[in-house]
């Protein structure tokens, strides 16, 4: 990433991209009071230094039912975490992989189309050399 540093209305047109990643040039201008131009150049810099890496669609909920998502914590066995890092970004339906600290060594965002392959996909996790513990939450509604 550049070393961009971005300021309070970077950080605002951000949060109203979160909102609403399809917003207008001109919506955004009108909502955080600046020219559009403005809020072009500040898209293409965001963009080009990589503190924006995309933009994405979010689905309501109801369409997507049928998905099972949940959150898995994994202890990894001492020094072994960047080979079981290796092998869990192997599994497609860990959408995410995030370090972060405390009991839990990393957490992963899991997401598949029935309980059967949630089954499937958390046996084979537990099954990957210098896993020591998980636990799991399934997500069951976004507020």
């Known amino acids: 990433m550049n070393p961009y540093i971005y300021d309070s209305l970077d950080s605002d047109l951000i949060s109203e991209l979160r909102k609403d990643g399809r917003a207008s040039v001109s919506y955004l201008a009108d909502t955080l009071k600046v020219s559009r131009a ?22 309501h909920q109801e369409v997507e039912k049928e998905t099972v998502r949940a959150i898995m914590m994994i202890e990894v066995a001492g020094q072994s975490t960047s080979q079981v890092i290796k092998k869990l970004r192997g599994i497609p339906e860990l959408v995410k992989l995030h370090s972060t600290n405390g009991a839990w ?37 976004t507020m």
């Open 105 to 141: 060594d990393l957490v992963a965002e899991v997401q598949t189309t029935s309980l059967g392959e949630f089954d499937r996909v958390l046996r084979r996790v537990r099954e990957v050399d210098g896993i020591l513990n998980s636990e799991t939450s399934l997500l069951l509604s």
């Open 38 to 59: 403005t809020v072009q150049n500040r898209l293409d810099r965001l963009v080009s230094s990589g503190v924006i890496l995309g933009f994405t669609v979010r689905v």
